[in-house]
Structures are given as structure tokens and as C-alpha cells.
């Protein structure tokens, strides 16, 4: 191409104490053009617009290696506002509106038009009056170049959730400089038609000469939009190339990616009796904030491990914390047929299910508290095992304790200098161990494990998912896993059920093929099972 | 409309309950007419300076601003200052205002620092700090006047030449100075407002009308209808009745007071149309996204605080002027609580406050102020009674407009959820 890239990254590459989290991205973008970057989660696209936007982060971790090159010059971005003044806009997946102000004045803020006046002139600029026509007309102006009718005096609050993403666009367009911009997953919150309206806007922002860079689970809307598309991987750029030289199903097999071997995968060949249900979702909805689901409809089978995956922020960690009454929910949910008052405290605990919470320090675990009190307190609670009668008052039994709280550790192969060490002392792994515990000593039916393996290492990560299988065949314990790591579900699961956008997407085999899972989670519904 | 009727209820809940009290309160306390106006009106121009300092901090989201009390005593710096070089009358209040102003700015800067270091819990820090700067306060002029810092006026001291004497009093040209340069009757005064208020209407109408070269719209010029509305009623009464009219001409209202609130007044809209105002507004809503949008959070959230503070030093100089003096060391104390107190029964929140809110808590709070010992003396032969209910009631509304608060917005948010399901 004859004109001068906008944007090249040349050879970046960021490690976060020790762990490469980018290695060698290098691509351009040339005015006008539309650049889809893919990926799954954790697969370091937000390290990149980071980057992009000189955040904070960045250089607290001790900055990044390689080069941009912003219009042919080498830059160092190192705040927001500077990457602002070049000329690069960024359109977020949350809104970040001003709810009480208009739209317009939303759409110019800190950029608004002012008259200047006596009183500014002598005591600072900013005490000028607000232009408020010039400002409503700069405003519907660029709502006009989006092809937009909405109205500029309106209070953003009382917009339609599906306008207020084009508020933003109009914000980044109404800045005369600029250049490059970054929607991040921006069609997350629309409706079908609304998104198929953004995608027009979007291209109309792009031939008015305007680079842009877009981030999206929703392949469709990549194909559609998308001149170019860039695949990240664990840090790595797998793969760049004309949208047109390449398919849906190329992008969705990239993007999960790694291989895993037939024989790593354990349950995929056991039969259940699809009869005997064991809990039965039926249209549950959590609001979870930040991972709302909504309509699950779900059955699970007595024994079996059923993963739970997809995408962060789609909804799949709501299910397990709104059973657990944690946040609230609607639907029904059978337990053996028998409906459970999730909407109560403590009322799935009480029905021999038990919960290893995603959030280990803050809903998990006791942190200032010995790993012994740690793991029999939830029976404690439920069951009131480990007490003591003293007249009226109960008093804790630790000699009882002990003799569970040792065997546990020496099961699950807690690395602590006994019992009672401080849980907030433990690794990762071995705190994660004690929540299994915690869970396991209540004696449950159902245990359901959220993300189990998040930061802790990999021989503790092995340990613990082999004990979870190992439960599942000893003791009958049916397991409902969710987790993002979708190698992870595969390797112990008998089905994978994928959550999107709040809603089951599809239930599979461990063993169907990568891009049957990346295409559920990108939101495309696929055969059922 | 029942809803309506419900929801206005359930926002307006404690001006209401105020409304009804102060009704129960003037017919219980039986006194004429011309002393519960008198001292309403007096009331008013005493406190509402106070009170409009607190509105600018609410709009940067920091909630009431208890460290006006900080503001109070740059003031009663001033005046000790202006007494130890004996100047009296209007110089007086000049000179300490003037001395005032940089105080207030600096205490104001420092507690918007530490403000911003404590962020979500402005209220709380701002009471504390309150508490911690009569502390040092008190180690100037208790300890430290005297011995270390010399005063030239003897009179001031303690007899042992250590420590300022309390209260200080102004002297007899002080006192009033700023009511007493211009006074008119309050029926003239009444006459007065109404005749601006309908030429303000009369411009505003006049300028748009030009501005955006339309016809006069009838329909939308409703406040002017309700001014001319008001000023007939007024001259009605005035006219039909004699203890009204009696009444009206025995109060006197200070003009040049009057003035200066009208132009903090001015001054407080005018701030709410600049740059600054929309920036103060924007951190107040949201401030992260205001940062994102490159507005400096933190310097806003200062500026916000040093106005509260000059106009809150402002607000206590005209209060000592028309007491005639003040308790050196406790003259401050109940600034804060008073102040949001009444601004909240005005129908503010910890989110939203204006003028109208500012004067009509004043109102309100004062009238309660003055008829509760008074019905309290008829009703229960006790004055305690009504003095101990006044006191009561002054923190029993911070506390439930404070819940109120909290409450409506859990509502809020149940509705909207409500709503998101159905949608």
C-alpha cells in the first residue's frame, strides 16, 4: 500500500513477573482499514490496548519491549491522555457515559465549546460559560455522520441501552484528530439489529479514513466487518490475513487452537442414564453483576462431571453462585425432583451440595484462620459436626477435627507445617486444595468447583483435577466444573456444556472437534448433543 | 397518578414531615405573627450563606461537607485579628474578611487533599477533621495568644495574659454593620423581589425570544405567570389584611446581606454553566469515566472544596456580625451539623442540592428553630421540652435523610432491575 501505516506495533512483547504474556505481536494498519483482532481470553488483546493506551499497568510491571510506530514516528505512550492527543479513541466494552448529562454534552466532554467571559479572562479559562448550542450542534453533527437519529438534549440515563454505544462512537468521531480507533468488544450489549446498525456505522467511520482496531468474540460480525484479522494466542500472533482469504471456521479453529491429546481426556466414553436426573435447571437466571445469565436451561446427570465453559463475563460462573444464593436469581432448579429455595442462605449447602467458589480469598477461604477451622467450618455450620455440648452452649471439638483435617491433608497432599497454619500463609495451589476439602467434608452429593485451577501451579493443577475425577468414581460425587480453560474441562469432563451471552449455547463431547467449541462460545448456537 | 402521587411523596419525605411540624409548631407556639417573621427573616439572612456553601461539594459527589466548621473558624480568625487592631465597623468585617479569604483557601486546598485521600468517605473525614482542627484551634488561642503570639489588644486576653477570653464581643459599631448600612421593611422588601422577579422572567423570555428568532410562546412562560401571579396575591393580602401588613412593615431586612447572598447565589449558578461546573458535575457522576475523559479528578474535587470553605468563612462572618459576637472556642462547633441539617430538610440529598433547596431548608429549619422551644413552653409549661426536641430533631434529620438516601436507592435499583427482566 502506498499510504503511511497509522499504526505498526513492531515486535512487542510484555512479561508479567516472569510469564510471557505477549511474545512478538507485529502488524500494521493502514487508514480506513478495519482490523479484527481475535482471540480467547487471557490470550493478551487487553495487554495490547493497554499498551496502546500507555495504562498505568504497563509500566508498573516494568514496561513492554519492541516498538510503535504511530504515522512513521517511534512513540512511548505513556498515559491515557497522551494517547488521546495522538490521536488514537477507544470505545469500551462497559459504557462510559456521564448518566445525568446529555447526550451531547457527553459526546464533548472536557472538549466543550465555551463564550469566553469577563470572570474567565481574569481568573482561568475554565470559569468560561458552556457554549450549550455550539456544543448541541457539534454534537447532532457527528450523530449525523453516524447516520444516527438521536436526540442531542437527552439525558443519557433515559436512552436506550442499545444507543448509548453509538454516543460513544459519535464521542471518539467528534474529535478532529483522529486517527485510529479501538472498539472493545462493542456489539457485547446490543441486540442483532442493532449490532448489524453499528457494524454500518462503524464502516462509514472507516471510510472517512479512520484506522480501527476490533475486538470481538461474534465471528460473523468479524467476517462482515473485518478488512484484516489478526489472531492472538497465548501471547502469540498465530496467524494474519485478509478477511477475504479465509473462513469462519479457519478464524474459530485458530483461536482455540492447541491440541489435546485423545487419551489425556479420561470420562469421554461413559454412559449415564439420561433418566436419572439429578438437578434440573430450568430457566434460571442470576444477576451476577458482570456475569448475568439469563434462561438456563440445564440437566445433569446423576454422576457425571459436567463442565461448564465459554467466554469471561457471558454468565457461565453465575449458575454455581446463584444455587448457592449468593446473588440474586429466578427459575426453577429440581434437586432429585424436589424444587431448592436457592434464594435462601445456606439452603444448598443444607441439601448435600457443596460449592469451591471461583473467589478463593474473599468467599472461600478464611484467611486469618488455621487450615483446620478453614476446612470443617462449613460442616461445622450445616451440619454441626466437631461440636461439643456444654449445657446450652456448643463449643468447637478440635480433637475431632484434627483426625478429618489430617487425613484431608495427607489425601490431597497439602503441603503445610500442620493443621494449623494460617490459610493466608499457604500457596495458591495449596489454599485451593483446602477448599476442596472444606467442600468434600461436608459429604455432598453435588459439588460444584468454579475455575479451580486459577492461579496456582501446574503439579498442584494435576493433583487437583485427578482428584476430582477420583471422587467422582469412588465416592459417586456428581461434579459440575466451571472453568475458562477449556483444555482443562476436556480432559475430565463427560460433557462440556458452552455458555454465551447468558444462555446455553450447546452441550458437547469433550472429544468434538476445537472449532465446534469456538463456535459456541462465539454465540453461534450449534447442534445440541 | 396514585404512583406519582407515591413516588413525590417518598422524595419529598422530609420536607413534608418539616412542613407539617413547623405548622403544628407556629399554631402550638401562639405567638404573633410579626415576632415568628421577624425572627424567620432574621434567621435567614444569618444562616443561608452557611448553607449554600455546602451545595458546590455535593456536586462533586463528595456528599455534605462537614468540614465547612474549617471555613467557620478562618472567619473568627479574621475577626480576632480585625478586633486585636481594633478596627471596628464596616473596615472590621473587611479586614477579616480579607484575612479570611487566603486562610479559608489554604485549609480548604488541605482538606481537599486529604479528601481525595480518602475518597468515599468525605462525610465522615470531614466530621473528624472538624474535631481535629478545634483541636489546634483551641492550642492557638487557648496556649499560644499571648505567650508566643503577641496580642497588642490587652482587652482580648485572659487576666492571666495567657489565652483569649470568650466569648469575644464586638463592639457596638461592629455589630450589625453589614445589616445596618441599608434597611428597608419587609413589605417593601416582598414588593421588591416580586417586581425583579418578573423582569429576570421578562429578560430571559426577551432573549431567547431574539436569540432563536420565535414568536412569544405563551404555553412555556410560566414562571412569569406565577411571578405576576405571586405579586397580585401579595398586594391581596396586603391590602385585606392589617396584622399581615403590620407585621410585614415591623420586620426589617438587611439589604447589603441580602446582596451579597444574592450574588453568592449568581455566582453559584453562573459556576454551574462553566467549564469548571460541568467538570465539578462530571467527577461528581462518575469519576472514573471523567478521569478517562482526561478531567482532573482530583484537582476538581479540591476546587470544589476551597469554594465551599471561602464561602463557608464568608457565610459565619456575616452570622457573628449580626449576633454581635461569638464563643471563641464553640462558636463553630454545630456550623456543619446545622447547616446540612437544614439543607436537607430543604429536600437535598447527598447527590443532588440547589438554591431553592438551600432557602427553603432555611426556612423550614429555622421556623422549627424558633416555634419548637416556644410550643414546647405552651404545651408542657417546659421550654426544655421544645429546646430538647429542637436539638433532637436537628441530627434525627441528617440521620434519615441520610437512610432515605440509602433506601431510594436500593429501590432505584430494584426497579431498574425489574425493568431489564420485563425487557
Known amino acids: ?529 | 397518578m396514585g404512583r406519582q402521587m407515591k413516588k413525590f411523596l417518598i422524595n419529598n419525605a422530609v420536607t413534608i414531615l418539616f412542613v407539617i411540624i413547623c405548622i403544628i409548631g407556629i399554631i402550638l407556639a401562639n405567638q404573633p405573627l410579626s415576632y415568628i417573621l421577624g425572627e424567620i427573616s432574621s434567621r435567614l439572612f444569618r444562616n443561608l450563606t452557611l448553607i449554600l456553601a455546602l451545595i458546590i461539594p455535593v456536586w462533586a459527589g463528595m456528599g455534605m461537607n462537614f468540614s465547612i466548621v474549617v471555613g467557620a473558624m478562618a472567619a473568627e480568625i479574621g475577626i480576632i485579628a480585625a478586633t486585636n487592631f481594633s478596627i471596628s465597623g464596616v473596615a472590621c468585617m473587611a479586614v477579616a474578611f480579607l484575612v479570611s479569604i487566603p486562610l479559608s483557601l489554604v485549609f480548604g486546598n488541605l482538606t481537599g487533599r486529604l479528601f481525595n485521600k480518602t475518597r468515599g468517605q468525605e462525610m465522615i473525614t470531614g466530621m473528624i477533621l472538624g474535631f481535629f482542627a478545634k483541636g489546634i484551634y483551641d492550642l492557638v488561642f487557648m496556649f499560644l495568644c499571648g505567650p508566643v503570639i503577641p496580642i497588642k489588644n490587652k482587652a482580648m486576653l485572659l487576666t492571666n495574659g495567657i489565652g483569649l477570653i470568650t466569648p469575644i464581643d464586638l463592639n457596638q459599631e461592629t455589630k450589625k454593620a453589614i445589616n445596618n448600612i441599608w434597611k428597608v421593611t419587609l413589605d417593601k422588601a416582598l414588593y421588591f423581589l416580586f417586581f425583579v422577579l418578573i423582569a429576570v422572567q421578562i429578560v430571559l423570555i426577551v432573549r431567547k425570544m431574539v436569540k432563536n428568532q420565535e414568536k412569544f410562546q405563551w404555553k412555556k412562560a410560566y414562571k412569569l405567570y406565577a411571578s405576576i401571579a405571586g405579586l397580585i396575591v401579595y398586594a391581596v393580602i396586603c391590602h385585606t389584611s392589617e396584622t399581615v401588613l403590620f407585621a410585614l412593615r415591623f420586620t426589617d431586612v438587611p439589604v447589603v446581606t441580602g446582596i451579597i447572598i444574592a450574588i453568592v447565589c449568581v455566582l453559584i449558578t453562573y459556576l454551574s454553566r462553566t467549564k469548571l461546573g460541568s467538570d465539578i458535575n462530571a467527577v461528581g457522576q462518575n469519576r472514573a469515566i471523567a478521569i478517562s475523559m482526561g478531567i482532573p479528578a482530583d484537582k476538581v474535587r479540591i476546587i470544589a472544596v476551597m469554594m465551599s470553605t471561602l464561602l463557608a468563612a464568608l457565610g459565619q462572618l456575616i452570622f457573628i456580625q449580626d449576633i454581635g459576637n461569638f464563643a471563641t472556642y464553640t462558636a463553630h462547633e454545630n456550623v456543619g451539623t446545622f447547616s446540612i441539617a437544614a439543607l436537607l430538610v430543604g429536600g437535598a440529598s447527598i447527590k443532588k442540592a440547589n438554591i431553592g433547596q438551600a432557602i427553603l431548608g432555611a426556612l423550614l429549619f429555622h421556623t422549627m428553630f424558633i416555634v419548637a422551644p416556644l410550643a414546647g413552653k405552651n404545651l408542657f409549661d417546659n421550654a426544655q421540652y421544645g429546646e430538647y426536641f429542637r436539638v433532637f430533631v436537628c441530627y434525627a434529620v441528617i440521620a434519615i435523610s441520610l437512610a432515605l438516601h440509602a433506601w431510594k436507592q436500593v429501590m432505584a435499583k430494584r426497579v431498574a432491575e425489574e425493568a431489564e427482566e420485563e425487557a
Open chain 1, 1 to 529: 500500500m502506498a499510504e503511511k501505516a497509522v499504526l505498526h506495533f513492531k515486535n512487542i512483547k510484555k512479561s508479567f513477573s516472569g510469564n510471557l504474556v505477549l511474545d512478538g505481536v507485529d502488524f500494521d494498519i493502514y487508514p480506513g482499514q478495519v482490523v479484527a483482532l481475535a482471540g480467547e481470553n487471557g490470550a493478551g488483546k487487553s495487554t495490547l490496548m493497554n499498551i496502546l493506551f500507555g495504562m498505568s499497568v504497563i509500566q508498573e510491571t516494568g514496561g513492554y519491549e519492541g516498538e510503535i510506530e504511530f504515522e512513521g514516528q517511534t512513540v512511548k505512550i505513556s498515559s491515557p491522555q497522551e494517547a488521546m492527543e495522538l490521536g488514537i479513541g477507544m470505545v469500551h466494552q462497559e459504557f462510559m457515559l456521564i448518566p445525568g448529562f446529555t447526550v451531547a454534552r457527553n459526546i464533548k466532554l472536557n472538549r466543550e465549546n465555551v463564550t469566553p467571559t469577563m470572570i474567565g479572562k481574569f481568573v482561568g479559562r475554565s470559569l468560561d460559560l458552556l457554549d450549550t448550542r455550539q456544543i448541541v450542534e457539534d454534537a447532532s453533527e457527528a450523530l449525523e455522520r453516524l447516520g444516527m437519529e438521536i436526540n442531542p438534549e437527552e439525558i443519557v440515563e433515559k436512552l436506550p441501552v442499545g444507543h448509548m454505544q453509538f454516543v460513544e462512537i459519535a464521542r471518539e468521531i467528534d474529535k478532529s484528530n483522529l486517527k485510529l480507533l479501538v472498539l472493545d468488544e462493542p456489539t457485547a450489549v446490543l441486540t442483532e439489529s442493532e449490532a448489524d446498525r453499528f457494524l454500518e456505522c462503524i464502516r462509514q467511520v472507516a471510510d472517512e479514513g479512520i484506522a480501527v482496531i476490533f475486538i470481538s468474540h461474534r465471528l460473523d460480525e468479524t467476517m462482515k466487518l473485518a478488512d484484516k484479522v489478526i489472531i492472538l494466542r497465548d501471547g502469540q500472533m498465530v496467524f494474519e490475513a485478509k478477511t477475504k482469504d479465509t473462513s469462519k471456521n479457519q478464524i474459530a479453529e485458530l483461536m482455540v487452537g492447541r491440541k489435546i491429546e485423545a487419551d489425556s481426556m479420561v470420562n469421554v466414553n461413559r454412559q449415564f442414564d439420561d433418566q436419572d436426573i439429578i438437578l434440573d435447571l430450568q430457566h434460571f437466571s442470576v444477576n451476577m453483576p458482570g456475569e448475568k445469565c439469563r434462561d438456563i436451561s440445564l440437566k445433569v446427570r446423576r454422576g457425571e462431571i459436567l463442565g461448564i465453559g465459554g467466554l469471561a463475563g457471558h454468565g457461565k460462573t453465575s449458575i454455581s453462585n446463584g444455587i448457592f444464593g449468593m446473588y440474586p436469581a429466578r427459575g426453577t432448579v429440581l434437586l432429585d425432583g424436589q424444587a431448592l429455595h436457592y434464594e435462601k442462605n445456606g439452603e444448598a449447602l443444607k441439601h448435600a451440595m457443596a460449592f469451591v467458589s471461583e473467589d478463593r480469598k474473599g468467599v472461600g477461604l478464611l484467611l486469618d484462620e488455621p487450615i483446620s477451622l478453614n476446612m470443617v467450618y462449613t460442616d461445622m455450620r450445616t451440619h454441626g459436626s466437631y461440636l461439643k455440648k456444654r449445657g446450652f452452649f456448643t463449643q468447637f471439638d478440635e480433637k475431632a477435627a484434627e483426625k478429618s483435617v489430617n487425613d484431608m491433608i495427607k489425601e490431597l497432599d497439602i503441603r503445610c507445617t500442620s493443621g494449623k497454619q494460617l490459610v493466608g500463609r499457604l500457596s495458591g495451589g495449596n489454599q485451593q486444595k483446602v477448599c476442596v476439602a472444606r467442600a468434600l467434608l461436608t459429604n455432598p452429593k453435588i459439588l460444584f468447583v468454579s475455575e479451580p485451577t486459577r492461579g496456582i501451579d501446574i503439579g498442584a493443577k494435576q493433583i487437583l483435577l485427578n482428584y476430582l475425577v477420583k471422587i467422582n468414581k469412588e465416592l459417586g460425587i456428581t461434579i459440575i466444573m466451571t472453568s475458562s480453560e477449556l483444555n482443562e474441562l476436556r480432559t475430565i469432563c463427560d460433557r462440556i456444556a458452552i455458555v454465551s451471552s447468558g444462555t446455553v449455547q450447546g452441550i458437547l463431547k469433550p472429544d468434538a472437534p476445537n472449532i465446534e467449541f469456538a463456535l459456541l462460545m462465539s454465540g453461534e448456537k450449534g447442534g445440541r448433543e
